[in-house]
């Protein structure tokens, strides 16, 4: 089955400055991705999914890039700031006529954006 | 306005005891999952169901049990609670989908639960 490992397990930045979290998958049919993010006691929400035929995705701020070859996607945060401290949660899924939206999450990422 | 709701929002029961945990869903969603999380695991899938009267096992199945017997909801059984299974569990549906339809995941607001 699908297993999904994602880079940092914690990140630091100042305010202002770029954040990237990297995540590999190891099924290699895996055909979309979507990025969650969790703040504080809340549940996970989707901030940016991004589909096996598209290489690069960005709205506003973030920014989700895909390398299908090497199995790879990452989640680009430009022009942190403070309200972006979270957890931040990569997957990956098979969707198609079978498979209908399983889900595999990375470990998480914990974001701190410090003023 | 549709949503997902999760009951209790916390729990706590002693070891051995049957525990069971409510979702219901009012998406009118085919697909419902099960999910734990916990301090460096992320989210695992414990079970999830495409639609009535189906359900699979997901990564971490054992001491877990689901039954979906309507479309809005799908109950979280622990049968022989123990102090492993101390964690938040989320619920979460999504659309049925062929193709190329997108399908995000909606959670839950999350239980918690302590076993002692």
């Known amino acids: 089955g699908e297993n999904v490992e994602q880079h940092p397990s914690t990140l630091s930045v100042q305010e202002g400055d770029s954040a990237v979290i990297k995540c590999t998958y190891s099924?290699?049919?895996?055909?979309?991705f979507p990025w969650y993010k969790q703040e504080l006691g809340k549940r996970p929400q989707l901030i940016i999914d991004?589909?096996?035929?598209?290489g690069e995705k960005k709205d506003q701020r973030i920014a989700v890039t895909l390398n299908k070859t090497a199995k790879h996607f990452s989640l680009h945060i430009t022009e942190t700031q403070p309200e972006d401290s979270a957890v931040y949660f990569c997957?990956?899924?098979?969707?198609?006529?079978?498979?209908?939206?399983?889900?595999?999450f990375g470990q998480g990422t914990t974001l701190q954006v410090k003023p | 306005d549709a949503e997902i709701t999760q009951s209790p929002r916390h729990k706590i029961t002693e070891t051995g005891r049957q525990v069971t945990l409510a979702c219901h869903q009012t998406?009118?969603?085919?697909?419902m999952f099960w999910y734990r999380q916990d301090l460096g695991h992320g989210l695992r899938l414990i079970h999830y169901?495409?639609?009535?009267?189906?359900?699979n096992k997901g990564e971490v199945s054992d001491g877990y049990s689901v039954s979906r017997s309507n479309t809005e909801d799908l109950p979280l059984t622990l049968e022989s609670a123990a102090s492993s299974q101390t964690s938040v569990y989320f619920c979460?549906?999504?659309?049925?989908?062929?193709?190329?339809?997108?399908?995000?995941?909606?959670f839950g607001n999350g239980t918690r639960l302590t076993v002692t």
């Open positions: 997957a990956a899924s098979l969707l198609g006529s079978s498979n209908t939206g399983k889900l595999i």
């Open positions: 991004i589909r096996s035929n598209v």
């Open positions: 169901s495409y639609g009535v009267q189906d359900t």
């Open positions: 998406w009118n969603h085919n697909n």
């Open positions: 979460a549906s999504s659309e049925s989908n062929r193709g190329t339809l997108n399908s995000p995941l909606h």
């Open positions: 099924d290699s049919a895996s055909n979309y």
